[in-house]
């Protein structure tokens, strides 16, 4: 009743609220931003064939002496990070720190704009070295985005950028650049660290995106080419490596978790990660028992 529930200090303006909750077996939770803080950050970085520590001791602002040493492989990855993106820094903000800047964008794509800001300095001029006249946007269906660029710089013509699921971006590639800054074709070796490494990232928790590229022929696609159909362009592409981002949980989540558990409440994480990578967050906060 009201009157022994506000004995235990609790008050409650609808009573009929507490017997629904007092009838729940399930609670299904959405995990980004509901299980996890929605504080996405990079934290690992595989081009060359080699996992590179992406974190930062500091406030994410790093010098340039301390940026990532130039590389064919890191230059080719940093390329797809910041070009085939949809997020951007609101104006005004040179001042403030790159980690506390605020964006418009969705949470994956903001950490990734902001380790290619501290690594580059300048988003936005980097970007008008090479305008986007084309984009696909990322879709839960081709689990991909997919945008073309042309190259005020390097080369001239134009360059396709892919970015999405590891599995699907691979799919489509028939090379990639290895430690010694050469374009090779993809072998078996190469599969097999590529599934190796996806599969160590993502049972640490994060979230895996795979990035690709494809320099166009440029007298197939001559300046001004108009582009609509890109199905037919998303073959022979070169794999330049993998990202992965940490979204840390709660701290109060498996205590929350815990206690549903005690009272009998099934709790159901609901999310589009890879399975591997969804397995790892559960484990973390006691929606999965260990073994």
């Not at 580059?120 to 984009?135: L, M």
């Amino acid at each position: 009743t009201a009157q022994s529930l506000k004995s235990k200090n609790c008050l409650l303006q609808k009573l009929e609220a507490v017997e629904t909750l007092g009838s729940t077996s399930v609670i299904c939770t959405d995990k980004t931003g509901t299980l996890t803080e929605n504080k996405m950050s990079v934290a690992h970085l595989w081009y060359g064939r080699q996992i590179h520590d992406a974190t930062r001791a500091d406030n994410g602002d790093i010098s340039t002496a301390a940026r990532r040493p130039k590389s064919k492989g890191w230059e080719a990855l940093a390329r797809v990070m910041g070009l085939c993106s949809r997020a951007v820094f609101r104006e005004n903000q040179d001042h403030i720190a790159v980690k506390d800047r605020l964006c418009n964008g969705d949470a994956s794509e903001m950490a990734l704009l902001k380790y290619f800001e501290s690594e580059y300095g300048n988003t936005e001029a980097f970007r008008n070295q090479y305008p986007k006249i084309y984009e696909d946007p990322f879709n839960a269906f081709k689990q991909y985005q997919l945008s073309i660029h042309e190259q005020a710089v390097d080369r001239g013509g134009h360059i396709l950028m892919i970015k999405g699921a590891p599995e699907k971006i691979i799919d489509k590639c028939s090379t990639f650049i290895n430690a010694n800054e050469e374009e090779v074709q993809i072998d078996g070796g190469f599969i097999a660290s590529f599934n190796e490494t996806h599969t160590r990232l993502a049972n640490k928790g994060e979230r895996v995106f795979g990035f690709a590229h494809k320099f166009l022929d440029p007298v197939e696609y001559p300046e001004g080419c108009v582009f609509d159909h890109t199905d037919r362009l998303l073959n022979n592409l070169c794999f330049v490596g993998m990202v992965s981002l940490l979204d840390p949980p709660r701290a109060t989540v498996p205590t929350a978790v815990a206690r549903c558990r005690r009272a009998g409440i099934k709790v159901i994480m609901m999310t589009g990660d890879h399975p591997i990578t969804a397995k790892a967050i559960g484990r973390a906060v006691g929606i999965i028992s260990p073994g």
